[in-house]
């Protein structure tokens, strides 16, 4: 669960494919966002780019445009991906950004990327 100070939304995501978003503001829900993803584990959110990024039981790490509410790029790291010849992480259980925004790492018990 992690909060977006532009909007007043409150994040949550679960064993579901849809990112829930509580508008504190206005103290109601706000339509789901549905992942690529069949379940979710994590997310993160920069505050500089406003985007939310999400880690999938299926090994994807998805990003997205919170103005636009809308994913900008996924990113497949399981066996079936173009990121297979590279790396196999299974699960992604954690993602987060760096301070300043512009980086982000993404893992699972086995390690990180």
Request: glycine letters at 10%; one cysteine or more.
């Amino acid at each position: 669960m992690i909060y977006n100070p532009f909007t007043c939304d409150l994040i949550a995501v679960g064993a579901t494919n849809e990112i829930y978003r509580l508008n504190l503001g206005i103290g109601r829900f706000q339509n789901p966002l549905e992942s690529d993803s069949e379940e979710i584990n994590c997310c993160a959110f920069s505050n500089k780019l406003q985007l939310l990024a999400t880690g999938g039981t299926d090994g994807k790490v998805q990003f997205w445009d919170m103005k636009e509410r809308k994913s900008c790029i996924t990113l497949p790291l399981n066996d079936n991906g173009p990121g297979a010849a590279f790396f196999s992480m299974g699960e992604i259980t954690k993602v987060d950004f760096s301070a300043d925004s512009y980086q982000v790492a993404f893992g699972n018990e086995k390690g990180k990327v």
